[in-house]
């Protein structure tokens, strides 16, 4: 069994050396520790100084040099839509106010399947559609996420 003892964030390690691939859904890819297996059969440690949310095309460095590239597998989530894009807002609101993890993509809200939330989201007038499809939700201002999402690299503690 091999070591991943480094993670770089996707465009700061050299992809091109990856000697394969971990398709992780979200909870797996949220890990400072645990026993996986690549996509190539080898059994990977994953051994991180605290807890990373790593997302699609990440890399991991293994402890004799190798890298493995992340991947999101595809699992079950809900697409949430509305006509109207000041309700969408409201409905992110919504999510947020429950602390229930939301990736915001161009005009859909995407959630984990949740009865009693889907209930609350059609009451708001919201079309929801489940798919397969990767998962990255937003790290939140005070998450202590090191994976940039566009806010300039910004950390709150």
Known sequence: MHNACIHRP??????EKAAGTL??????RHRRR???TADQGEDV???LPKAIAMADGDGLQLEDGRWLKVQAAAELIVEVRHKDPHQLV????HLGNRHLPTEIRDHVLCIRPDHVIEDMLHGFGAELVKVQAPFQPEGGAYG??????????????
């Open 23 to 28: 398709t992780l859904d979200f909870d797996a």
């Open 90 to 93: 409201r409905l992110a609101w």
């Open 144 to 157: 202590g996420q090191d994976h940039e999402h566009g806010d300039g690299g910004h950390h709150h503690e």
């Open 45 to 47: 440690l994953l051994d």
């Open 34 to 36: 645990i026993r996986l």
């Open 10 to 15: 996707a465009g700061h390690w050299p992809k």
